[in-house]
């Protein structure tokens, strides 16, 4: 039921009038183990000032559901983003912190293709009226239609994917040995 509801909710603050809606990044098990303390993020209308390809929220990432943008995103990768950070949560267990102190989630799907959603305090101000969290998603972003391939931040990340590429690839070449 909660990703229906999650789904949406972002949905709707993308394209529709709501301002924000809240995304957990707690998986079930942890909920369960810890249902005092739910850790929230807010997907948030946000803005989007083109002069200086700058904002956060729904209104900055739509930019990236452009097929050809630089970082394009397709919209069920977008809908679906609730549920790819609790997949990063189960598997490194905690967001990659930056210099600045910025949450950094980061991915590789079947094709490919690198995710990068980053969750910030919104810009050092007050909480949102009734918000359970002050923290917001500014962006979201592939690695689609750039120079070059996205390079992660984490390094836990980069060697997640590194080993399972090296697994996969020699799975292949095992496969075709044997032909």
């Known amino acids: 039921m909660q990703n229906k509801k999650e789904t949406r909710g972002i949905y709707n603050t993308t394209f529709n009038e709501k301002k924000a809606t809240p995304i957990s990044v707690q998986t079930d098990l942890e909920k369960i183990e810890d249902a005092i303390i739910e850790e929230v993020v807010m997907y948030v209308k946000g803005y989007h000032n083109p002069y200086r390809d700058k904002g956060l929220g729904a209104e900055h990432i739509k ?15 977008l809908l679906d983003l609730g549920k790819s950070i609790r997949k990063y949560i189960a598997t ?9 102190g910025a949450k950094i989630y980061e991915w590789e799907n079947e094709k490919g293709v690198r995710f990068r959603s980053v969750v910030d305090n919104q810009m050092g101000g007050p909480q949102l009226p009734l918000s359970p969290s002050d923290e917001v998603i500014i962006t979201f972003y592939s690695d689609r239609n750039l ?6 931040k984490n390094h836990k990340v980069a060697k997640h994917y590194e080993n399972q590429n090296s697994l996969n690839s020699q799975i292949t070449t095992n496969k ?4």
């Open 63 to 77: 930019i990236h559901l452009e097929q050809n943008s630089q970082g394009a995103i397709t919209l069920k990768e």
């Open 176 to 179: 075709s040995r044997k032909r």
């Open 92 to 100: 490194f267990k905690e967001p990659f912190i930056d210099e600045k």
């Open 147 to 152: 120079n070059q391939k996205m390079q992660f």
